[in-house]
């Protein structure tokens, strides 16, 4: 009897405690958070009650500390351990990508992982990740992290540009050459070609460079 006593209340222990930690879940982590492993890790003898009083989160992995009552009574703590998911779809590196490289489609590849496992700001859509320089290592398999992603320079270093310098209120054209990468919008050093001198300026639109005078 004690037996069967035993087993009934770790069933209805496990009932009260999952059912806590699956509302924990879904109000934290919408409808779609999964319980992946449960375990209770130390409980009072018996109870019929338990209030989550807090919780630490280590990547996908929960740990959980309750109290809990019987008969409205306190009748000690109970410590809890549960992974919880979000499957999705994210990109991955479909080989080693290394720093400085430039993603084609043939990169990247959909894979499903847990979202709530990730250190990482994912990319679902080829769009944001196609085109892109990555600034660091991304090993195959590894989702994409777009911390990490750069669009391509509007002007690479010895690229042909036309200066437009300002002298007054007139505006004179020259032909240089860019002195390293540069963003629309950006000052960039760039090097006369006739003359050898150089020149900074502010990249335009039309990818000019124009001077102050």
């Known amino acids: 009897?004690?037996?069967?006593?035993?087993?009934?209340?770790?069933?209805?222990?496990?009932?009260?405690?999952?059912?806590?930690?699956?509302?924990?879940?879904?109000e934290n982590f919408g409808p779609n958070v999964t319980i992946v492993?449960?375990?209770?890790?130390?409980t009072?003898?018996?109870?019929?009650?338990?209030?989550?009083?807090?919780?630490?989160?280590?990547?996908?992995?929960?740990?959980?500390?309750?109290?809990?009552?019987?008969?409205?009574?306190?009748?000690?703590y109970l410590r809890a351990q549960c992974e919880l998911a979000i499957f999705s779809n994210?990109?991955?590196?479909?080989?080693?990508?290394?720093?400085?490289?430039?993603?084609?489609?043939?990169d990247v590849t959909l894979g499903k992982v847990n979202?709530?496992?990730?250190?990482v700001e994912y990319c679902t859509k080829q769009e944001e990740v196609i085109g892109k320089i990555a600034r660091k290592m991304f090993r195959q398999g590894?989702?994409?992290?777009?911390?990490y992603l750069v669009k391509p320079p509007d002007v690479r270093a010895g690229q042909l540009l036309t200066a437009k310098v300002q002298i007054g209120s007139v505006f004179v054209t020259t032909q240089v050459r860019a002195m390293h990468d540069a963003y629309i919008g950006e000052k960039i050093s760039v090097r006369n070609?006739?003359?050898?001198?150089?020149?900074?300026g502010l990249l335009q639109e039309d990818l000019t460079v124009v001077v102050g005078g």
Do not use: W, Y
């Open 90 to 106: 994210v990109l991955l590196a479909s080989r080693t990508i290394r720093s400085g490289e430039t993603f084609s489609e043939k």
């Open 1 to 26: 009897m004690l037996i069967l006593f035993s087993f009934s209340f770790f069933l209805f222990a496990n009932e009260v405690v999952f059912e806590a930690i699956e509302k924990f879940a879904r």
């Open 193 to 200: 070609v006739s003359s050898g001198v150089m020149i900074n």
């Open 44 to 76: 009072p003898s018996s109870f019929d009650e338990v209030q989550l009083i807090s919780h630490a989160r280590f990547g996908s992995m929960f740990s959980f500390l309750f109290k809990t009552f019987r008969e409205r009574t306190f009748c000690g």
């Open 142 to 147: 590894e989702p994409i992290d777009a911390r």
């Open 37 to 42: 492993s449960f375990e209770i890790r130390s």
């Open 115 to 119: 979202l709530l496992s990730l250190k």
